[in-house]
C-alpha cells in the first residue's frame, strides 16, 4: 500500500496550493480518506475527512470555510484545496485512509487509520 502526497511548498499569506494524494495497493473507493497536519513541536493535528463516496465531509475548525477536500475514485485520488492560506497554516500535511465507517468523532482520530502518506511541507510566510 502507498500513500503519496504532493502539491506541498512555499506560498505567501492569503494564498492557495492544491495537495494531492495517489494512493495504490487497496481498493480506493473502499475507503475513508483523510488529511492531517503538524508543525514542530506539536502534536498531529486534524484538518479533513472524505467518505469513500464523497457523499460526507467533515473538517477541523481552524480551517473549515478555507480549505476543502474532494476525491476522485477513477485515479485513486484525494485532493485538498487550501485557499486564504495563514502563516499557521504551516505544518507538514499527511494524507491517510480508513477502510471502515466511522462517526463524525471517530474519523477525526489518528488511530482510526490503517495507512499513512509521507507527508508534503506546507510553509506560509507572513
Known amino acids: 500500500v502507498q500513500l503519496q502526497a504532493s502539491g506541498g511548498g512555499l506560498v505567501e499569506t492569503g494564498g492557495s496550493l492544491r495537495l494531492d494524494c495517489a494512493v495504490s495497493?487497496?481498493?480506493?473507493?473502499?475507503?475513508?480518506m483523510g488529511w492531517f497536519r503538524q508543525a514542530p513541536g506539536k502534536e498531529r493535528e486534524f484538518v479533513a475527512v472524505?467518505?469513500?463516496?464523497?457523499?460526507?465531509?467533515s473538517y477541523g475548525g481552524s480551517v473549515k470555510g478555507r480549505f476543502s477536500i474532494s476525491r476522485d475514485n477513477a485515479k485513486n485520488t484525494v485532493y485538498l484545496q487550501m485557499n486564504s492560506l495563514k502563516p499557521e497554516d504551516t505544518a507538514v500535511y499527511y494524507c491517510?485512509?480508513?477502510?471502515?465507517?466511522?462517526?463524525?468523532?471517530?474519523?477525526?482520530?489518528?488511530?482510526?487509520?490503517?495507512?499513512w502518506g509521507q507527508g508534503t511541507q506546507v510553509t506560509v510566510s507572513s
Open positions: 495497493g487497496l481498493t480506493f473507493s473502499n475507503y475513508a
Open positions: 472524505i467518505s469513500w463516496s464523497g457523499g460526507f465531509t
Open positions: 491517510a485512509a480508513a477502510p471502515r465507517p466511522g462517526t463524525d468523532a471517530t474519523m477525526r482520530r489518528v488511530e482510526w487509520y490503517d495507512y
